[in-house]
């Protein structure tokens, strides 16, 4: 199949990442109850992977773009919203990684709150025995890392915004919808915010 009025572009099978990406018509994944995947990253799928799954029934159309693609027999919208058929029951277990103790952390530092240039910071220093965890790494900027070094919290007169914890899968999901993408086609918007109070 080929897209009209559209670049050649290679797209991975995963949930797209890349910004530049988000042109080429991706289509919004929702599981069977009607919410995404995932926030962030925003469960897309590259238009190739939409026609593909929904041409093989796994998904329900909900969505279309105005574009469409065309094989010699056939010729179908791009789907901008699908439904998986099957529920896809979510992880419980939250990976320790960098990316997750920023989402955790609301991408801010957790001693002056600022935002950009975030590096991570033992509260007990490994030095002292701290280990690496949950409830003993906080994300911190590179001045408040610094200014802290290897010294415990009261050394330092620094005190944290919140104390450090191991957060669930659904939490991190949450948090995950205060960061959307540069990019909202209007037919996602209603599927990404269903569950929010309507204004009268």
Known sequence: MQVRSSDETDFKTTFIRAPGALKQNPALVLNADYRPLSYLPL????WQEAVKAAWLDRVQIVAEYDEYVHSPSTTIRIPSVVVLRDYVKPQKRVAFTRFNLFLRDQFSCQYCGAKGDLTFDHVVPRASGGVTSWENVVAACSRCNLRKGSKSLRRSGMALRR?????DASELHNQGRRFPPNHLHESWIDFLYWDTELEA
Do not use: E, V
């Open 163 to 167: 104390a450090p914890r191991q957060p």
């Open 43 to 46: 469960s897309l799928w590259p």
